[in-house]
């Protein structure tokens, strides 16, 4: 069983920031395809953004174009998210996946999840 750990969740105000962090101990993420999704209560999951194996392709969902950015950095092996001005409708569960095979974006099915970290956008 692979494992992925999402961190870097929490409570923020509307127009706040936060960075999501995604890695594991058991192989080369950075060397993989990723993918962020959330899901908020009451609503099915919606994928957020996607960062191919070579980092050269990134696509973003519309409500997170030109708010938040998908990188990986290989020093750490991680993948991040990067969320800014930040509103009460981001607040959701943020999960990373993530595909082994696939170098595209997104891929046609991931192969390991997270087990999320919660999102509060609230005053």
């Known amino acids: 069983q692979v494992h992925l750990v999402e961190s870097g969740g929490g409570l923020v105000q509307p127009g706040g920031s936060l960075r999501l962090s995604c890695t594991t101990s058991?192989?080369?993420?950075?060397?993989?395809?990723v993918g962020w999704f959330r899901q908020a209560p009451g609503k099915e999951r919606e994928g957020v953004s996607c960062?191919?194996?070579?980092?050269?392709?990134?696509t973003y969902a519309d409500f997170a174009k030109g708010r938040f950015a998908i990188t990986k950095d290989k020093v750490n092996n991680t993948a991040y998210l990067q969320m800014h001005a930040l509103i009460p409708e981001d607040t959701a569960v943020y999960f990373c996946?993530?595909?082994?095979?696939?170098?595209?974006?997104?891929?046609?099915?991931?192969?390991?999840w997270g087990q999320g970290t919660q999102v509060t956008v609230s005053s």
């Open positions: 058991e192989f080369a993420l950075v060397h993989s395809t």
């Open positions: 996946a993530v595909a082994i095979e696939s170098s595209q974006c997104p891929p046609s099915r991931y192969d390991y």
């Open positions: 960062i191919s194996r070579s980092g050269w392709t990134t």
